[in-house]
C-alpha cells in the first residue's frame, strides 16, 4: 500500500530510540523526509537536530530548523516523553513541574510552532503519542498518566480548531512497550522489582500476553500521518494489546 508520504517533511521527536526511532525508519522507508531530534548529537533522520524538549524555546528551535532545512512542513509526531515510577501523593511541586514540561508542553510547544507554517501551506497532519496511561490513570506512573490525559484532550482541541486549515491531530495511545524505558538498566522494570517477573506479569496483563514491539507502534503512528488516514482526525487510536476498553 502506497501511504501518500513521498516527499513529505516530517519531524519526530524523541527520535533517537525507541518508537520515535521506528517511525523515522517506517517514514523515510515510505520516502518522506525526515528531521530527527533528541537531546543526542545524532539520529537517523535525514537531518538531525539536537534539543532539550523540556526546555522553553527548544521546541520552537526544532521547528523552525526543520522548517528551513526542508523547506515545509507535512508531518509532526510528538513522541517524546518519559516517566519513573512512583506514588502520587510522593510527588513534589518540582516533580509534577518537570512531567508537565517533558510529556505535555514539549507537544503544545512543538505543536504551536509548526501551525503557522502548516496553515500557509493548506495543511498537515500531527500524531500525538499518549498513553493508555493517558486513559485509565496508572498508580506507578501518577504525574505521566495525568499529562497524557491532558496530550488526548489537546489533540481533540488541535483537531476541532485547526480542521477548516486542512489539518489533522490524532493521538496514539502505546500500552507497555519494549524499549529501553522498559528493559534498560534501571529502567521501568527494574524500578518495580526483578525484572524478569514484572515483565511477566506486564506481559500477563495484555489481552494479547506480551509487550508491544516498537515497529507495531510507530506503524499505526505512521498510518495516521498518511494519505491512508485523510479522514481520520481527533482519534485516540489504542495500540495496546486490548489493554483499555472503553465504555459508551
Same mark, same amino acid.
Request: contains cysteine.
Given at each position: 500500500?502506497?501511504? =501518500?508520504?513521498?516527499?513529505? &517533511?516530517c519531524?519526530?521527536t524523541?527520535?533517537t530510540g !525507541?518508537?520515535?526511532a521506528e517511525v523515522v525508519?517506517l517514514?523515510?522507508e515510505?520516502? &518522506?523526509? %525526515?528531521?530527527?531530534?533528541? *537531546?543526542h548529537?545524532?539520529? @537517523? !533522520?535525514?537531518?538531525h537536530?539536537?534539543?532539550?524538549?523540556a $526546555? *522553553?524555546?527548544? @521546541?520552537?528551535?526544532?521547528i523552525s530548523?526543520?522548517a $528551513?532545512?526542508?523547506?515545509?512542513l507535512d508531518?509532526l509526531?510528538?513522541n517524546?516523553g !518519559?516517566?519513573t %515510577?512512583? +506514588?502520587w501523593f510522593?510527588l513534589d511541586d518540582? #516533580?509534577?513541574q518537570?512531567?508537565?514540561?517533558?510529556n505535555l508542553?514539549?507537544?503544545?510547544? #512543538?505543536?504551536r510552532?509548526a501551525?503557522?507554517?502548516m +496553515?500557509?501551506?493548506g495543511?498537515?497532519a500531527?500524531v500525538n503519542?499518549s498513553s493508555?496511561?493517558g486513559?485509565?490513570p496508572? &498508580?506507578?506512573f501518577?504525574?505521566?498518566? %495525568?499529562?497524557k490525559a &491532558?496530550?488526548?484532550?489537546?489533540?481533540?482541541?488541535?483537531a476541532?480548531?485547526?480542521a @477548516?486549515d486542512?489539518?489533522?491531530?490524532?493521538?496514539?495511545?502505546?500500552? @507497555?512497550?519494549?524499549?529501553?524505558a522498559w528493559l534498560?538498566?534501571?529502567?521501568?522494570?527494574d $524500578?518495580? !522489582?526483578e525484572?524478569?517477573?514484572v515483565l511477566a +506479569?506486564? #506481559?500477563?496483563g495484555?489481552p494479547l =500476553?506480551?509487550?508491544?514491539?516498537?515497529g507495531?507502534?510507530?506503524a499505526v503512528?505512521?498510518?495516521l500521518?498518511s494519505e $491512508?488516514?485523510?479522514?481520520v482526525? =481527533?482519534?485516540?487510536?489504542?495500540?495496546?494489546? =486490548?489493554t483499555?476498553q472503553i465504555?459508551i
Amino acid at each position: 500500500m502506497d501511504l =501518500g508520504l513521498r516527499d513529505k &517533511a516530517c519531524v519526530v521527536t524523541g527520535s533517537t530510540g !525507541g518508537i520515535g526511532a521506528e517511525v523515522v525508519r517506517l517514514l523515510r522507508e515510505e520516502g &518522506a523526509r %525526515v528531521v530527527s531530534s533528541g *537531546r543526542h548529537d545524532t539520529g @537517523p !533522520g535525514d537531518h538531525h537536530v539536537a534539543v532539550d524538549p523540556a $526546555q *522553553r524555546g527548544e @521546541p520552537e528551535r526544532l521547528i523552525s530548523e526543520a522548517a $528551513q532545512r526542508l523547506g515545509r512542513l507535512d508531518v509532526l509526531v510528538n513522541n517524546v516523553g !518519559g516517566t519513573t %515510577v512512583s +506514588k502520587w501523593f510522593e510527588l513534589d511541586d518540582d #516533580a509534577w513541574q518537570a512531567s508537565f514540561e517533558i510529556n505535555l508542553m514539549s507537544a503544545v510547544r #512543538a505543536t504551536r510552532a509548526a501551525l503557522p507554517v502548516m +496553515k500557509e501551506q493548506g495543511g498537515g497532519a500531527i500524531v500525538n503519542v499518549s498513553s493508555t496511561a493517558g486513559k485509565r490513570p496508572s &498508580a506507578s506512573f501518577p504525574d505521566y498518566s %495525568v499529562m497524557k490525559a &491532558a496530550l488526548l484532550s489537546f489533540s481533540r482541541l488541535v483537531a476541532d480548531v485547526h480542521a @477548516p486549515d486542512g489539518i489533522r491531530c490524532n493521538a496514539v495511545t502505546p500500552g @507497555p512497550t519494549g524499549t529501553g524505558a522498559w528493559l534498560d538498566e534501571g529502567g521501568l522494570a527494574d $524500578q518495580q !522489582g526483578e525484572r524478569e517477573q514484572v515483565l511477566a +506479569k506486564v #506481559a500477563a496483563g495484555r489481552p494479547l =500476553g506480551r509487550l508491544a514491539e516498537p515497529g507495531e507502534i510507530a506503524a499505526v503512528i505512521v498510518f495516521l500521518a498518511s494519505e $491512508q488516514a485523510s479522514y481520520v482526525t =481527533g482519534a485516540a487510536w489504542s495500540a495496546d494489546g =486490548g489493554t483499555v476498553q472503553i465504555i459508551i
